[in-house]
């Protein structure tokens, strides 16, 4: 079984630009999340899907951030502008339905804002 | 503060030696969940004990459970090069969703 695909794995962008991550999760997992990990720091949650539904964004700086999962499957995260403290891992996590406490995390994308 | 704290923040020891890291958290849960990530890479599940469990054991990982006292432990026995990484304990409090909450991390390198 594919574990969870993002792309890209790196990424070097100055201040005030936009960048875009992207995740395919695990075929059949309906549930599908987006953490951010400072360097240091545990992940914390940006934002978690139902299907194409936003279940929980609370966490999310949405001034800036934007995420969206319109067919139910892929998704896009995206930072419009960017600011210095927005380093960091971006990671991606998937659950099945059946399945209610395992998730199954990306190789994360890593980015740097100079 | 954190919910999902743990201590030590770095541990170094020698193989063969067992490491036990420690997690505090703040509010009930529904389960407690422990994840490895090694350098650079995602994060990988590890273990996962419900709030009605005391103890769970799984290959050289043993993990405890004490919700009157909001705590949990992580013990790795006859520790190998390979299990350096970085250990979080993650809170579930249940409801929709399984939302997950991270701690710090424990920094755990084995010395060949």
């Known amino acids: 079984e594919a574990g969870v695909a993002q792309s890209p794995r790196y990424k070097i962008i100055e201040k005030r630009q936009s960048v875009a991550f992207w995740c395919n999760p695990i075929?059949?997992?309906?549930?599908l999340y987006w953490y951010q990990q400072i360097l240091g720091q545990g992940p914390k949650l940006l934002i978690q899907?139902?299907?194409?539904?936003?279940?929980?964004d609370s966490q999310l700086p949405k001034d800036r951030f934007s995420a969206e999962r319109l067919k139910g499957v892929d998704s896009t995260l995206k930072i419009q502008p960017a600011k210095l403290e927005d380093s960091a891992v971006y990671l991606c996590?998937?659950?099945?339905?059946?399945?209610?406490?395992?998730?199954?995390f990306g190789p994360g994308t890593r980015l740097l804002v100079l | 503060s954190q919910q999902g704290e743990e201590d030590p923040q770095a541990l170094s020891i020698q193989e063969g030696e067992n490491a036990t890291m420690n997690c505090s958290y703040k509010?009930?849960?529904?389960?407690l969940q422990w994840y490895r990530q090694n350098s650079g890479r995602g994060l990988v599940h590890l273990i996962l004990?419900?709030?009605?469990?005391r103890e769970k054991h799984s290959g050289r990982l043993r993990v405890t459970l004490d919700t009157s006292k909001k705590s949990s432990s992580l013990l790795i026995t006859a520790s190998r090069a390979a299990d350096t990484a970085s250990y979080f304990c993650a809170t579930d409090a249940g409801g929709s969703g399984s939302r997950l909450t991270f701690g710090e991390g424990t920094q755990l390198t084995v010395n060949p």
């Open positions: 899907f139902q299907n194409n539904g936003v279940v929980d």
């Open positions: 075929s059949g997992h309906a549930t």
């Open positions: 509010t009930s849960i529904n389960n």
């Open positions: 004990i419900r709030s009605n469990e």
């Open positions: 996590a998937s659950r099945h339905q059946t399945d209610q406490e395992t998730q199954y």
